[in-house]
């Protein structure tokens, strides 16, 4: 699939990630609408319309989807790059926040999917971009990874019942920590000209599942890992504050 002239909608453009995918979607010549809660941070061109939108609010994700059609007639491909990422708060009781996170993370992508294919009839391409950690229970991600895995079952499951009229690509980031906006960007446009069920942002990232697969007892080793790491950061944390609260003294 080439992109000349191509339709495209992507979500939080001023991101890391958008932020680096935009400048590959324009030279290759596509039309893009950007929904964005700062779209005064991204650049203007030619072939770029931007509206202000915010992305963890399902009846404003509604909105950029008319505003695309009314502006560009048709949507080809449509890229869910909006999510909220939390990490090491799954003990904090904020009734708020945890609204905001599966607004962002699983309300508002379901309700753009739903919306999406109601409204146009076949050839639509939805990508959405999530992290590698849905899959296996990581101690100091436990919201995030929640609200992510509740939007992979819907859309695994969704796939298979709305039938070939629509493509649906995931392309799985690596950990917050460990993903490179420049390398997802360059994944996520491989999976826009040449669509495929999943894509990994790093190679090692499908290794791993299949070691997971046929070995699942290193899961308990990975959660081990990440516990400790968790625990030596709080450590940190409050070594730090100590420290501050000592020298204010």
């Given at each position: 699939?080439?992109?000349?002239?191509k339709?495209?909608?992507?979500?939080?453009?001023?991101?890391?990630?958008?932020?680096?995918?935009?400048?590959?979607?324009?030279?290759?010549?596509?039309?893009?609408?950007?929904?964005?809660s700062?779209?005064?941070?991204?650049?203007n061109?030619?072939?770029?319309?931007?509206?202000?939108?915010?992305?963890?609010?399902?009846?404003?994700?509604?909105?950029?989807?008319?505003?695309a059609?009314?502006?560009?007639?048709k949507?080809?491909?449509?890229?869910?790059?909006?999510?909220?990422?939390?990490?090491?708060?799954?003990?904090?009781?904020?009734w708020?926040r945890?609204?905001v996170?599966f607004n962002?993370?699983?309300?508002?992508p379901?309700?753009?999917?739903?919306?999406?294919?109601?409204?146009?009839?076949?050839?639509?391409?939805?990508?959405?971009?999530?992290?590698d950690?849905?899959?296996t229970?990581?101690?100091?991600?436990?919201?995030?990874?929640?609200?992510?895995?509740?939007?992979?079952y819907?859309?695994?499951?969704?796939r298979?019942?709305?039938?070939?009229e629509f493509?649906f690509?995931?392309v799985?980031?690596?950990?917050?920590?460990?993903?490179?906006?420049?390398?997802?960007?360059?994944?996520?446009?491989?999976?826009?000209?040449?669509?495929k069920?999943?894509?990994?942002?790093?190679?090692?990232?499908?290794?791993?599942?299949?070691?997971?697969?046929?070995?699942?007892?290193l899961?308990?080793?990975?959660?081990?890992?990440?516990a400790?790491?968790?625990?030596?950061?709080?450590?940190?944390?409050?070594?730090?504050?100590?420290?501050?609260?000592?020298t204010?003294?």
């Open positions: 699939m080439k992109l000349s002239s339709k495209i909608v992507l979500s939080s453009g001023s991101s890391p990630l958008g932020k680096e995918l935009l400048p590959l979607l324009l030279t290759e010549g596509a039309l893009v609408v950007v929904g964005d700062n779209p005064e941070e991204i650049p061109h030619p072939n770029l319309q931007k509206y202000k939108i915010d992305t963890t609010k399902p009846e404003q994700m509604e909105r950029l989807i008319e505003s059609i009314e502006t560009l007639d949507i080809d491909v449509f890229i869910l790059n909006s999510e909220q990422i939390t990490y090491a708060e799954d003990e904090k009781e904020d708020n945890l609204k996170l962002a993370n699983t309300l508002a379901i309700h753009t999917i739903q919306r999406l294919t109601n409204l146009i009839s076949v050839g639509l391409h939805i990508v959405v971009v999530s992290s950690l849905s899959k229970p990581t101690p100091g991600f436990g919201l995030y990874g929640s609200s992510k895995s509740a939007l992979d819907f859309w695994d499951s969704f298979g019942q709305i039938g070939r493509r690509s995931r799985i980031a690596l950990e917050p920590k460990l993903s490179l906006p420049n390398r997802l960007a360059k994944r996520v446009l491989k999976s826009v000209i040449r669509p069920k999943r894509r990994y942002e790093h190679f090692y990232q499908l290794g791993n599942r299949v070691l997971l697969k046929f070995l699942p007892f899961s308990f080793f990975r959660t081990l890992a990440y400790f790491r968790l625990k030596q950061e709080k450590k940190r944390k409050i070594s730090s504050n100590d420290l501050s609260q000592t204010e003294n």
